[in-house]
């Protein structure tokens, strides 16, 4: 069964999202906080995992980040790692006082740039109980440097200082494409990223916008949740790794995870970034939900 619901961030923005409870269980229930990646809204395929988690009796929290799709907050399309990172915490809150959850098995699920957050929540949150970290950002410095050429990053340099002079100066943010097959500058250069964010997410839900602030680029490359990865443990830790992903690159989540500490398992699919929400959701899906049950149902 899936109700929507809303609730407020410490700092009283209003988040939105959908509460699923599997059908004819009652009591209260493991629950999975979950919200997306960079830009992402949670009708782009976070439905599934929360429905598959449901079948296994476990209940979701699944949530638009602030500043995006369904949920308040200003300036619209800006990503600030740390805001999101808070906001999984409130919705930890919410989930505490709802009926329904168990409180004492609370598991959080990211994928992508989510994938980073719960890193960081898993380690400094000590509610969580399970974490699942799916094709996960784990050190944005490293990660833009591989993604962004390097005759570009210049010129991305210069963009980002000029608009930080112009906020300064009173003036709006700029914005650029989330995605682009024309040479202009985007926050996810990859071709991947533009068939699946255009062609599939974007014509799968109208919720997505393909723009974010300059700025939001900038706080990406600027972010490191790998750093807390070690930091995790005793927390229970699945990572699951595309290994021809080259936009949260796969070589990188693999030496963090060589980083984390027991007890943690490592899942490694074939294909790109993309290919975990549609071609492998069988063993993505399959495999966070058999990791949550091990250790939230039976653990």
């Keep these: 069964m899936r109700k929507d619901i809303e609730f407020k961030t410490s700092d009283g923005i209003t988040l939105r999202g959908w509460h699923y ?39 979701s929290i699944v949530y638009d980040h602030r500043n995006l799709g369904a949920s308040d907050g200003e300036p619209r399309q800006e990503i600030d790692p740390w805001d999101q990172v808070k906001g ?24 992508s740039y989510s994938g980073g957050h719960v890193l960081v929540v898993g380690a400094t949150d000590r509610r969580v109980k399970c974490v699942v970290s799916q094709v996960p950002l784990v050190h944005g410095p490293r990660n833009a440097r591989r993604v962004v050429q390097a005759h570009m990053m210049a010129g991305y340099r210069a963009m980002f200082d000029a608009d930080r002079r112009d906020r300064y100066a009173g003036k709006p943010p700029v914005r650029i494409p989330v995605v682009s097959n024309d040479g202009t500058p985007c926050a996810l250069p990859t071709e991947d990223s533009y068939e699946f964010m255009l062609n599939v997410a974007g014509k799968h839900t109208s919720t997505w916008i393909n723009e974010v602030t300059l700025r939001s680029v900038e706080m990406f490359m600027e972010y490191d ?62 495999g966070a939900r058999d990791w949550f049950v091990q250790h939230l149902m039976h653990g």
């Design 21 to 59: 409870t599997p059908d004819k269980i009652t009591g209260p229930l493991p629950t999975i906080v979950m919200a997306h990646g960079f830009s992402a809204t949670k009708e782009i395929f976070l439905d599934r995992y929360a429905e598959l988690f449901a079948q296994s009796g476990m209940a």
């Design 225 to 286: 949740p790998g750093a807390y990865i070690s930091l995790v443990s005793p927390t229970p830790l699945l990572m699951l790794v595309q290994l021809e992903d080259h936009l949260t690159v796969a070589d990188l989540s693999l030496e963090a995870y060589e980083h984390a500490l027991q007890p943690k398992k490592l899942i490694t699919l074939p294909g790109g970034h993309f290919k975990a929400y549609i071609d492998n959701f069988k063993l993505a899906g399959g």
């Design 88 to 111: 999984y915490r409130d919705a930890i809150t919410y989930a505490e006082t709802l009926r329904e959850t168990d409180t004492a098995r609370i598991g959080i699920f990211g994928s």
